[in-house]
């Protein structure tokens, strides 16, 4: 058990609607990064905040948002659904930001849109 | 741009054997982390190994191991005594030392047969 965790496990959504995923990080781990995974594109980096603010933006579409609060959850909100954003949706945690940082991942959201 | 290639899509390795799995990476930085994931079927993403830029040893964590060639840019990870919990997908990946993000390869998938 990595400590991150990621809630639901699994989601079914029709086309054009709107979930929220969220992830709540390992006790004391300040940065959280979401990543989607799909057959096609691997994993991609979506975003990253710490300590509340926004650090880095991926290939997020702009029906993707994100936020973290201050109790440092994150949640990770897809509007407008398409078949397409069916994906493994991850969410990782670090101590801090720098290149020896390892980063814990929980176990995914696997988000289906029929 | 920073990139990661696994040229390995598939490998099989006998149990108890070690098995090297193939990762080599492009960038400009001088500095910069390298890490190696585990995705076993249930689909969580497990931490394995890290190795920095700047370290001169060869990282090694049980029977886990990263060949680290600097001057070819390569980063390959060496399993021993491979055992059949070992079969899963195996990412390596990098950070940059603002530690924004994680780049991940593609990643290899690893069958172990008894």
């Known amino acids: 058990d990595s400590g991150v965790t990621q809630t639901p496990k699994h989601l079914i959504t029709a086309t054009g609607q709107r979930v929220t995923l969220r992830c709540s990080p390992r006790s004391g781990d300040l940065s959280v990064y979401w990543y989607q995974q799909s057959l096609d594109q691997g994993l991609q980096f979506l975003i990253q905040y710490y300590n509340g603010e926004e650090r880095a933006k991926g290939n997020i579409l702009e029906r993707f948002s994100a936020q973290q609060f201050p109790d440092l959850h994150s949640e990770l909100n897809l509007s407008s659904l398409e078949l397409g954003d069916s994906a493994l949706y991850f969410c990782a945690s670090s101590v801090a930001i720098g290149l020896n940082t390892e980063a814990f991942f929980g176990q995914g959201t696997r988000l289906t849109v029929v | 741009a920073q990139k990661i290639t696994q040229t390995q899509p598939g490998m099989f390795v006998q149990e108890k054997e070690a098995v090297t799995l193939d990762c080599t990476y492009d960038?400009?930085?001088?500095?910069?982390?390298l890490f190696w994931y585990k995705q076993p079927s249930s689909g969580e993403m497990i931490f394995l190994i890290y190795q920095g830029s700047y370290d001169e040893q060869n990282a090694t964590e049980g029977r886990y191991s990263l060949n680290f060639q600097k001057a070819r840019k390569s980063a390959n990870l060496v399993i021993s005594a491979s055992q059949l919990g070992d079969s899963a997908m195996y990412f390596c990946?990098?950070?940059?030392?603002?530690?924004?993000?994680?780049?991940f390869g593609t990643g290899t998938s690893l069958t172990v047969i008894p």
């Open positions: 990946a990098m950070t940059r030392d603002t530690g924004n993000q994680f780049y």
């Open positions: 960038t400009s930085d001088q500095s910069y982390g």
